[in-house]
């Protein structure tokens, strides 16, 4: 079987890893009706510091979700006087095919507009966790108890105890941080480890503070295979 190549889609993306803008290679995959593709690779470059373009990949992202002009003056004037209740309201009528789109967008608006952390969190796991729920939590702007307390109505407990975790650390609590592993490791199952949040801990933690985690009987990292 011989893979079928497509010359110009090759070149933008060529392009764009020789270092160019990656505008091109988003507004042709659009074009094409490629939508979740183009906005993996729109958030990918606008997660960087400087970004070519940056005003122009953030209107493909907008053409993306197809959400009306109504919709996004809803969503601004929300973000005055935010609260997941509104959030929900918002979401409720939005096409299943667009919500996934949709919902990233409006999260990312969101916390360019200053809404607050622990409430964006909230409407972040409304439908199920998202990566703007875990980056929330990773640059330590969750506590840990907003964490459980979301937690408690879903049955991804590893994930939400593992999250947690996360937060104690980054506010120096490790007892906490030790007790939530545990918890997370408990509640595991064939489809969801704990894995990732014992990685984000041992990685930052100090020799001291993994020697405890060792003790707790919290799992180690595995050594890389050469």
């Given at each position: ?70 919709w996004r003056d809803q969503l ?151």
């Amino acid at each position: 079987m011989r893979l079928i190549t497509d010359p110009q889609l090759d070149a933008l993306q060529q392009q764009w890893l020789d270092g160019g803008s990656a505008l091109p290679l988003v507004r042709l995959l659009v074009e094409r009706g490629e939508g979740d593709h183009a906005a993996a690779i729109a958030r990918l470059v606008l997660a960087r510091e400087e970004c070519p373009d940056a005003a122009e990949i953030e209107q493909c992202l907008d053409e993306i979700d197809e959400a009306p002009d109504e919709w996004r003056d809803q969503l601004a004037a929300m973000a005055a006087d935010p609260s997941v209740e509104r959030f929900e309201e918002l979401m409720r009528f939005v096409p299943p095919e667009l919500i996934y789109q949709r919902l990233r967008n409006a999260l990312r608006k969101l916390k360019k507009l200053g809404v607050d952390p622990e409430v964006l969190f909230q409407c972040a796991t409304n439908i199920g966790m998202t990566p703007e729920a875990i980056e929330l939590v990773e640059e330590g702007l969750v506590t840990p108890e907003t964490i459980l307390a979301r937690g408690r109505r879903s049955a991804a407990r590893t994930t939400y105890f593992g999250l947690a975790a996360e937060a104690a650390f980054l506010r120096g609590d490790i007892v906490s941080t030790i007790r939530h592993l545990r918890e997370a490791v408990q509640h595991e199952t064939e489809l969801v480890t704990a894995l990732p949040h014992i990685y984000f801990v041992r990685e930052q933690a100090s020799l001291e503070v993994n020697a405890m985690l060792d003790r707790a009987g919290i799992p180690g990292i595995p050594p890389a295979v050469p």
